[in-house]
C-alpha cells in the first residue's frame, strides 16, 4: 500500500515535513520546510485570529511578524491581509449581535 503525502497548510504546494502548533493559537496544522524556516502560517488562521483580537493592530509584536512574514513569503500584500481581517471581523459582530438579540428575546420571555 502506498504511503499518503501531506500537502503544507501554509503554501499548499510542497510535502509538508510534519506537523506543528501555530504560535499562540489552539491548532497544529502540517508545514513544509520551507515555510516553517521563514516564519510562515496558513492565512486563513492569522486572518481569523486577527480579527478575534481585533485587528492587526492590537495584537503583540511576535504576531505581526508572523503575518508580514507569511505575507512576504506567499507573495500577498499586506492591504489584502487588513481587508480580509476587516471582512471578518464585520462577520463576527453580526454574529454576537444575533446572539445578543436572541439572549435578550431569551431573558424576556422569563421575565
Known sequence: MKESKSICEVCN??????VAAVPMVPISVAFCKECMDVNAYPWWVLVANTAIIGGY??????WQEMVRD??????????????????????????????KSRTDVEVQKEE
Request: charged share 35%.
Open 57 to 62: 493592530e492590537k495584537c503583540c509584536k511576535q
Open 70 to 99: 507569511t505575507c512576504i513569503h506567499l507573495g500577498r500584500d499586506i492591504q489584502l491581509f487588513h481587508e480580509e481581517v476587516k471582512e471578518k471581523i464585520a462577520i463576527l459582530s453580526l454574529a454576537m449581535d444575533k446572539e
Open 13 to 18: 504546494k510542497n510535502e509538508s515535513i510534519g
